[in-house]
């Protein structure tokens, strides 16, 4: 999630979002935080309230590792993965209580939405969510553009700021934004951005621009790491990431050549 010279503390985030009769949880967070994540569900979302899971990195533990025990501590109506099996996805653990084995009768299914599809939060479709795939992105991943709260939740991009310790505060504001260029680059390069040197970015840039074109992005939410709060830092922050993306990668059809150690 860091790179190797990262010190301090960051968030790990799940973020639920409540319209009507229904919730969404967006990631389910590590095992470590199986505890808190429960009790903070079971306080924020009525038992007779339908609760339904977003993942958008179906792939990742901090994505899947409480859907076990969510789905087996309360019914969840509905799953949305990158692929038809989640709960086989997430079926990683060792305890036999937290297991989700073919024979487990509370199973909900998987919903595989398309690029650029709306899902809805709420039964009367009110609160819409925008669900696509970035072009920055590794693994499967989705990012989700929250109509109603012109929130963009990000998952492992826009994931770098971090804080001294554990006092925060946990977001980035246009009063507090400390974080330089050089950390956004050693974020990049030291976590699952390394091969962006050399890479032909052009897709990758257009398809920020296109994004920022097509959302009133107000904030910045991803699945680690302080959330971006308010347009200008939204902005400041896509132009930094943007550039340097640009700065690290190739010009489109360049050739690599030949290095001592590899390739560049």
Known sequence: WHAPSARGLAPMNCYLLTAGDRAMLCDTGLTIHRDALLAQVDAAVPAERELSVLLLRQGEFDAM?????LVKHRPVQTIYGQY???????DIHTAPELRMSDEFPGKPPTIVPENGETIAVDGAGERRLDIFVPALRLLGTYWAFDHQTGTLFSSDSFSYAIRPDASGPWLVTADD?????????EHLLGTRYWWLPGADVAAIRADLAAIWDRYDIQRIAPGFGCVLEGRAIAERHW??????????????????????????
């Open 177 to 185: 934004d400390p974080i330089a260029a050089a950390d956004v680059e």
């Open 239 to 264: 132009t930094m990431v943007d550039e340097i993306v640009g700065r690290l990668g190739r010009a489109p059809g360049a050739r690599t050549t030949a290095a001592a150690g590899g390739s560049r």
């Open 84 to 90: 038809a099996d989640a709960p086989e996805w997430a």
């Open 65 to 69: 590792c409480n859907l076990p025990p």
